[in-house]
């Protein structure tokens, strides 16, 4: 017999998506669950005590009338003689008791079938697990020893968060996890100066483009205001470490040096000019104004190795957003995927809404337009700006239930399940300490995996990590490794006879006509003017061919880079550029591209400029339109 039917969500409509928060599966299965029990206990019942059926009682031919008053026919078969009777009798039985097993075995099949992959393999009892009884709701992680979660983590933001986005979302956001060492160190950092007496804020640092500049929702250009992502981090993040009542700021401080219609090449060269070096955690954002190429991923490297390099040893987060308007152009190969490599490869955690909205956005692309982004299609609303906050304490959270579960297990003696890391791989030993290869390699006996064979002995390799939370890879990413090592000659005596030589920090230099620090000065100029963008973009430009400007630059070592504005609409012409007296080794720079977004591009015009200073010389051969020549500067790349 089969429970009622319970009809499938159909999801018919976005907004019965706010509204659903589980689908009916669970109910059908326990309704499934309960019929089977009751038609056990049926069963059961029936051979303890056998009765014959109400109407063979009254006569084996009766007839039961229909509804609409006509006779139906015979209930059951006339009867037959006393042995034909017993034989059908017994045959009768056999074949209901075999098609009552057919029945339960399809019915089991059909339920089977119908479950998960994963919901197959649950045992029906609970494993018990082996943690001590200490474990209990007033810890933040849940599960057993070999798995305790954070994902969802038993405080008010973890179910707050978990209520109101699916866990599924909140693990999908979390592009890169990376191991936290760094976010964990910086805040056990913290944690330790406020407990014994310092009242130095934890800051927290933003660089961006409009998103993070909160265009769109911010009041009077405030970009933190109280709706923006940056507030919504930043009162979460004072709240959880303790300013609660002392109100805004008490315990956190946010600079948002974020400038809208920038990109990761600007900020590679010209960060420090918008952001201090003293920060503890910085909020990278780039997901709309990046190009998704090799040349970004360059580009995103150098932003990634300054930081990371910077005398306050920051922990770096990546928040990934998204755009309606980006999905026409390039769909959803968006400029992640260059920054998804280097995130890895420095071991930073990336998290983003674009995989949260997009099978949602495929669905119902007008409601989710509507819901989150304005009509220009990149700029999010409050509800988009929420959402970037709350994927960001999601992941923040997370850090501080792996903090407290990190403590729990080591009062346990439960770390040999959670090895420290510095980096991708741990082990004992780092790339500082170990000698020789051979000191990584054992051979170990590993429990066999049939009882009662013997156990089995196998290769075990050490790999190494980097030295500690707050090292950088020496070498970056895109960099060849040809003329830095040779796999053909013996290994390097040491690491650091090797490896610091080539690790050099970049250095940049950038003459910006957006900051106070090293502005862009002309050392001669005929037809260029500045201009300012709703107070907050500044430029050099020209409408004049034949216009020449030049500019005193420091180069550190390696190429030289022009930034400037491009568009699809606003028609902006072209300008040739040089260092020094090459002009016949010229760039020419085109502000026009077939892109919807209006911003700045950055172009390198020479790769082999010597340290020191030198002269940069913009030329333009044709009409430029007001929105020209934006920014100019020179560095390691």
């Not at 009509?375 to 903090?403: I, T």
């Amino acid at each position: 017999m089969a429970g009622p039917s319970t009809p499938k969500p159909t999801n018919a409509s976005f907004e019965g998506l706010k509204l659903q928060k589980r689908s009916d599966f669970g109910h059908f299965l326990g309704q499934a669950e309960a019929e089977s029990a009751r038609l056990m206990d049926t069963h059961d019942h029936d051979r303890a005590s056998p009765r014959r059926h109400p109407d063979l009682e009254a006569s084996p031919y009766s007839s039961r009338a229909s509804s609409d008053g006509e006779e139906e026919r015979p209930l059951y078969p006339p009867r037959m003689s006393s042995g034909k009777q017993r034989a059908r009798t017994g045959r009768a039985a056999r074949s209901t008791i075999c098609l009552a097993i057919m029945l339960v075995f399809v019915s089991g099949l059909l339920v089977w079938t119908s479950l998960p992959k994963f919901q197959r393999l649950v045992p029906t009892k609970q494993p018990v697990s082996p943690l001590p009884t200490e474990q209990s709701a007033d810890l933040p992680f849940s599960g057993n020893r070999h798995a305790r979660s954070c994902l969802c983590p038993r405080t008010p933001t973890g179910q707050r968060l978990c209520k109101t986005y699916p866990p599924a979302a909140l693990r999908r956001s979390r592009l890169v996890s990376s191991t936290n060492a760094r976010i964990k160190n910086v805040l056990a950092k913290f944690v330790r100066e406020r407990e014994s007496g310092s009242m130095r804020r934890l800051k927290v640092g933003i660089m961006g483009g409009s998103v993070s500049a909160c265009h769109g929702v911010a009041e009077d250009g405030d970009s933190l205001g109280k709706e923006c992502y940056g507030r919504i981090v930043g009162d979460w993040l004072d709240e959880r470490l303790g300013g609660g009542e002392g109100g805004w700021g008490t315990m956190v401080e946010v600079k948002n040096g974020a400038i809208g219609g920038m990109d990761a090449s600007y900020y590679a060269f010209c960060g420090r000019n918008h952001l201090h070096d003293d920060v503890d955690i910085v909020i990278l954002e780039f997901d709309v104004n990046d190009q998704p190429n090799r040349e970004y991923a360059i580009y995103f490297d150098q932003l990634a190795r300054v930081v990371l390099s910077w005398p306050s040893s920051p922990a770096v987060i990546i928040l990934g957003t998204f755009g309606p308007l980006i999905a026409h152009d390039i769909g959803s190969l968006t400029p992640m995927w260059p920054h998804m490599p280097v995130a890895h490869y420095y071991d930073i955690p990336y998290v983003s809404i674009q995989p949260m909205l997009w099978p949602t956005f495929l669905r119902f692309p007008h409601s989710v337009s509507e819901t989150f982004f304005h009509q220009d299609g990149f700029h999010p609303k409050a509800a988009g700006q929420r959402l970037l906050g709350d994927v960001v304490v999601a992941y923040l959270e997370s850090v501080f239930c792996e903090m407290e579960r990190d403590a729990w297990e080591e009062k346990n003696d439960l770390t040999e399940w959670t090895q420290a890391e510095t980096w991708i791989g741990g082990g004992p030993l780092t790339v500082d300490t170990a000698t020789t290869f051979d000191a990584l390699v054992a051979e170990k006996s590993f429990p066999a995996l049939i009882p009662g064979e013997p156990s089995v002995t196998s290769t075990a390799y050490d790999f190494l990590s980097l030295g500690n939370a707050t090292s950088v890879q020496p070498v970056p990413l895109p960099k060849s490794l040809d003329t830095i090592l040779d796999v053909a000659k013996p290994d390097p005596p040491s690491w650091e006879e090797f490896y610091t030589t080539i690790n050099k920090v970049p250095r940049p230099f950038c003459a910006d006509a957006n900051s106070k620090i090293q502005p862009l000065k002309p050392k001669h100029n005929t037809g260029w003017r500045t201009m300012v963008w709703k107070n907050e973009k500044h430029f050099w430009v020209s409408d004049s061919v034949g216009a020449e400007i030049s500019v005193d630059i420091k180069v550190n070592e390696g190429r030289v880079a022009v930034f400037y504005f491009r568009s699809e609409k606003l028609s902006p012409g072209t300008a040739d550029c040089w260092v020094d007296d090459n002009e016949k080794g010229a760039k020419r720079l085109n502000g026009y591209w077939p892109h919807h977004q209006n911003v700045p591009s950055v172009t390198y015009i020479d790769a082999e400029v010597t340290p020191g200073d030198h002269l940069y010389v913009p030329f333009p051969p044709s009409v430029y339109s007001q929105y020209g020549l934006a920014y100019s500067r020179s560095g390691l790349s």
